[in-house]
């Protein structure tokens, strides 16, 4: 193969196929514009469950295969030989015109398990809330509720011949190739939503290392400036600081004009604050310039050399699928490597600036950012909604309201100011539906509110007029849970603010140590009296047993109420 050898773009059967020459197996995909950011809350893991379904009929086969659903574009790819290779291609197809209903309910069990060991990123939803961009931070709520023509409708919606790409990577494409799909336009990308008023933001939570993710626009440079983050970050707090064991940046593609740079650095619990610290002193040193000659060079030079490896152009075709599903036609290879040798140490501190300027962080759990100029993304809601309040039966400082246009959660905290949670009807994104009457609302900005008709008293008419009220297509029933009365089911992010954590103050401290003391003194008293019971008369040694053992459970009682209604920060 020559190495030079770029992508070709053909079509078969109506489907646009992008070609490379490449010696050795036949290699091939079939690229489709649907993904998870194309689902709702509701109904998310219907792409998934369609990807698995499509695949069942290809069995045990001894050639390479394998499906992938990403955030917009679903993966169907295969290595094998010419015959291997058509009919997997042709079987993908002829399953998606007849998916294997008979496996509906065995495919569901094996996603629910699949999902059992997935970690699921949280900057996602973060920046873009509970929608579009922000859904693989959820789990698949939608795969158990979905039906036969649940699932043939999301298929014929989405899997369709205008919206699908073929790659193939071999001598040819195989003669008589015919990929049958039904017909279906083109679909646009997921709209790009965002949870965050002001950036740069943080959020703290996580295993305690350090992430970040930040929007760039898509560029030679801007790839580059991961390569270069990566190398000061492993610089800085691997070989230097040796706070660190695993340093990375990753740039991703969005196919929109725009990509997303991501960072990670890990930490012990006891050098969470060095790592922090380093991490953001790294990215201002970038942010004012101080670009490293030997990384950049050092990173282009291994980009330049990934371009012209001998398998660069198979090693493309998927992202250059994705690109054209997206509008974007193939760059030839030429013009990026002269887009990478024009990228100059000015250009990499232009990117920098802009990241830094949408940057979102998480850092480890009880550290914050807003030290370096990064302010806490939005775990409250600026507004109540107007109706009827329900106090809760255990705790006077937390409240629902809920009314015509939603539902809020108010807590009072500490100082006395309110923290409110609000989830409108038309923003919801999802309803938990417990049989017990238990709801749980996530609006489409990633907030929660915990609606308990045991806990606030909500009379069976409101709950019902409340239910009438929620969009039928975002309720997700649950299956029965266990759980103690009054006690609010615990959020599925840290965007909830299921109630105001009550702490304990100085004065309630204070009085609780007063109290304990005078209680322990009073039982050592009473203690003393019982054991000595030989020195007094036997009425005289009740009366005074009654009286001591009664005057300690007075003092002992407040002291127990405080430790119930509080707890240290």
């Not at 690229?31 to 792409?47: I, S, Y």
């Not at 979102?360 to 809601?381: C, E, R």
Request: glycine share 8%; hydrophobic share 45%.
């Amino acid at each position: 193969m020559n190495p030079q050898a770029d992508i070709l773009l053909t079509d078969v059967d109506g489907i646009p196929a992008l070609f490379a020459h490449a010696a050795g197996p036949l290699r091939a995909g079939l690229v489709f514009r649907v993904g998870a950011a194309d689902e709702t809350l509701a109904r998310t893991g219907v792409t998934h469950l369609v990807e698995h379904l499509a695949l069942h009929r290809q069995g045990l086969a001894a050639h390479d295969y394998n499906g992938t659903t990403k955030d917009a574009f679903t993966h169907f790819y295969t290595e094998g030989s010419e015959a291997e290779v058509v009919a997997y291609l042709q079987g993908v197809c002829a399953s998606l015109a007849d998916l294997p209903m008979e496996r509906l309910e065995t495919e569901k069990e094996i996603l629910r398990t699949e999902e059992s060991r997935r970690d699921r990123p949280q900057l996602p939803l973060w920046r873009y809330g509970a929608q579009g961009y922000g859904l693989p931070s959820y789990p698949e709520w939608g795969v158990a509720r979905l039906s036969p023509d649940d699932v043939r409708h999301w298929t014929q919606s989405w899997f369709t011949q205008g919206n699908a790409v073929l790659w193939v990577a071999g001598e040819r494409i195989p003669d008589g190739l015919s990929l049958k799909l039904p017909p279906g336009e083109r679909r646009p990308l997921p709209a790009v939503t965002s949870a965050l008023p002001v950036t740069p933001a943080y959020f703290s939570g996580g295993k305690g290392g350090v992430l970040l993710d930040a929007v760039v626009a898509d560029t030679a440079a801007a790839r580059l400036y991961a390569g270069v983050l990566e190398r000061a970050l492993t610089r800085a707090l691997r070989q230097e600081g040796g706070y660190s064991y695993t340093t990375a940046a990753d740039y991703a593609s969005r196919r929109d004009g725009h990509a997303l740079v991501a960072a990670f650095a890990d930490a012990l619990p006891d050098r969470q604050d060095a790592v922090l610290g380093g991490f953001v002193d790294v990215l201002a040193a970038l942010q004012a310039g101080r670009i490293e000659d030997s990384d950049l060079e050092a990173v282009r030079n291994r980009a330049d050399t990934a371009l012209t490896a001998p398998d660069a152009a198979v090693r493309r075709l998927a992202g250059a699928a994705e690109d054209l599903l997206a509008g974007r036609p193939p760059v030839p290879l030429e013009q990026q490597r002269a887009e990478l040798r024009a990228v100059t140490g000015e250009h990499v501190h232009a990117v920098a600036v802009e990241a830094a300027g949408t940057a979102l962080m998480q850092v480890p759990a009880g550290h914050s950012a807003d030290w370096a100029g990064y302010t806490a993304a939005p775990t409250t809601s600026p507004y109540t909604v107007t109706g009827r309040r329900f106090t809760a039966r255990d705790d006077n400082n937390c409240a629902l309201v809920i009314g015509a246009e939603g539902v809020s959660f108010v807590g009072r905290e500490r100082d006395g100011t309110e923290s409110v949670a609000t989830v409108l009807h038309r923003a919801c994104a999802a309803v938990l539906s417990w049989p017990d009457g238990g709801r749980r609302l996530i609006g489409t900005d990633g907030l929660t509110v915990d609606v308990e008709p045991e806990r606030y008293g909500i009379d069976a008419r409101t709950m019902a007029t409340l239910d009438a009220a929620l969009p039928p297509t975002a309720v997700v029933p649950q299956p029965p849970r266990e759980r103690r009365p009054f006690t609010p089911g615990q959020p599925p992010h840290p965007h909830a603010h299921p109630a105001a954590p009550r702490h304990r103050t100085t004065g309630q401290t204070v009085a609780l140590v007063l109290w304990g003391i005078l209680a322990v003194l009073l039982a050592f008293v009473a203690l003393s009296v019982t054991v000595a019971r030989s020195e007094f008369g036997p009425g005289e040694w009740v009366v005074m047993m009654v009286i001591l053992w009664g005057i300690t459970a007075l003092c002992a009682w407040p002291a127990i109420g405080i430790l119930r209604r509080t707890r240290r920060p």
